[in-house]
């Protein structure tokens, strides 16, 4: 009994741990056949370079983009102009206010604290608002058609970015980008 307990703990744990990856969505124009391209090249500047230098980002999304698209079978070429796919990033960080009402007994925190949010227990409580300020960042994946100069793929990712996922932002990004390129067609 205690054996099925701690292990269905545990499967919990590790659900909400995936369940708190990266929101992905995809998007392919209607009627392109993505097979159809062979070479791929980097726009420059990139979306995500700024003050005319290469950031960190890039680098690692570069790294990772290109690692997927030659698994899918195109090649890569440093000359743009030989391409027929050029590649383009954009990322995007949003500050939002959260908040949301929660139970308080009028005495003041006790051991009853794991009510807060779920029901009104008794008439001796309140509510009050908690207030946080939440990081959101975005970051997209263009795939552009050369010839016609016209995005024929987009991937983008959302997240809430916490001070782990900033010391760890080459991993994240990285499995990011796998999971946006696993619904390529």
């Known amino acids: 009994m205690?054996?099925?307990?701690?292990?269905?703990?545990?499967?919990?744990?590790?659900?909400s741990a995936c369940a708190t990856g990266a929101r992905i969505e995809t998007m392919q124009a209607p009627g392109v056949d993505l097979s159809s391209y062979e070479r791929f090249a980097f726009v420059d500047?990139?979306?995500t370079d700024r003050a005319g230098y290469a950031s960190?980002?890039?680098?690692?999304?570069?790294?990772?983009?290109?690692?997927?698209?030659?698994?899918?079978?195109?090649?890569?070429v440093e000359d743009a102009t030989t391409a027929d796919l050029l590649v383009n990033f954009h990322a995007h960080l949003d500050e939002r206010i959260r908040t949301r009402e929660v139970m308080e007994p009028y005495m003041g925190p006790t051991f009853y604290d794991y009510r807060y949010g779920f029901y009104s227990p008794w008439p001796a409580y309140g509510t009050r608002t908690e207030v946080d300020q939440?990081?959101?960042?975005?970051?997209?994946?263009?795939?552009?058609?050369?010839?016609?100069?016209?995005?024929?793929?987009?991937?983008?990712?959302?997240?809430?970015?916490?001070?782990?996922?900033?010391?760890?932002?080459?991993?994240?990004?990285?499995?990011?980008?796998?999971?946006?390129?696993?619904?390529f067609p």
Do not use: H, Y
């Open 2 to 15: 205690i054996r099925n307990i701690v292990t269905a703990i545990l499967l919990l744990v590790f659900l």
């Open 45 to 47: 500047p990139l979306g």
């Open 56 to 76: 960190l980002i890039s680098r690692q999304l570069k790294f990772s983009t290109r690692r997927e698209l030659e698994e899918l079978g195109l090649t890569f």
């Open 134 to 183: 939440v990081t959101e960042g975005t970051l997209v994946v263009d795939l552009i058609d050369a010839e016609r100069n016209e995005m024929v793929w987009e991937g983008s990712a959302r997240n809430t970015v916490t001070e782990r996922t900033r010391r760890n932002a080459a991993s994240l990004i990285d499995e990011t980008v796998a999971r946006m390129f696993e619904s």
